[in-house]
């Protein structure tokens, strides 16, 4: 199995799904390692405890971690599941950025920005990050440029998660501008 076909698996089970292997996420979404790795068996995935650790090191956006001495692992941020990852809230930069799909505007700049089904918005620390996030999906781009810096002063609350994600509940449309490419 490849690294990358695994870290995608494993995105599946630590965020959304561990029922798909028999496993289930305690309240700071932990999996022990060996019920994974046995889970994963049950459902024909040979992963070794080598391999799961290339997939937390080498992974390219560092979705996943292990507890201090590896016994457990779970994903950093983006899943639907009500787990509390233990987030840092931050001052956040002055600006971030959310790339989203172009025919989406008209719902985001009357509602702002929602959570969808997961936990948080996923915000971008730069343009160039917001983009590839809305290259996952088909069609015209859309970037968001969010005040981050006045919803802080306004009070809302922002946390960064150990790959770099800034996270947040909502964004109303007033802190939103959208940027013409
Ligand atoms: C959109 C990946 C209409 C929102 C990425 C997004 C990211 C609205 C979609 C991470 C809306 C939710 C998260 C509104 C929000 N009207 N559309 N009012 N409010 N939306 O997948 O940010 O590879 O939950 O713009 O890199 O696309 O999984 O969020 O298009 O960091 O590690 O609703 O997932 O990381 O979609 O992606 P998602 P996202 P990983």
Not at 44 to 66: C, H, P, Q, T, Y
Not at 121 to 128: A, G, R
Not at 147 to 153: I, L, P, Q, T, V
Not at 154 to 173: A, C, I, R
Request: aromatic share 6%; with cysteine; hydrophobic share 40%.
């Amino acid at each position: 199995m490849s690294i990358e076909s695994l870290s995608k698996f494993l995105s599946l089970v630590l965020r959304h799904k561990p029922e798909t292997i028999g496993v289930t996420l305690d309240a700071h979404g932990w999996v022990d390692v060996d019920k994974l790795i046995n889970g994963c068996r049950k459902v024909g995935k040979n992963i070794s405890a080598v391999l799961l650790e290339r997939v937390v090191i080498e992974n390219d956006k560092m979705r996943f971690s292990f507890n201090a001495n590896k016994t457990k692992i779970r994903a950093n941020q983006g899943h639907s599941r009500a787990v509390d990852v233990e987030l840092e809230e931050m001052a956040p930069p002055l600006f971030l950025y959310h790339g989203t799909l172009a025919r989406n505007e008209k719902s985001i700049m009357e509602s702002g920005l929602s959570k969808m089904k997961r936990l948080h918005v996923h915000l971008s620390v730069d343009v160039k990050t917001a983009r590839k996030v809305a290259a996952r999906r088909v069609g015209a781009s859309l970037i968001c440029k969010i005040d981050s810096g006045s919803m802080a002063r306004d009070g809302y609350k922002f946390y960064q998660s150990v790959n770099g994600v800034w996270l947040t509940e909502h964004v109303p449309p007033q802190y939103i501008t959208i940027l013409r490419e």
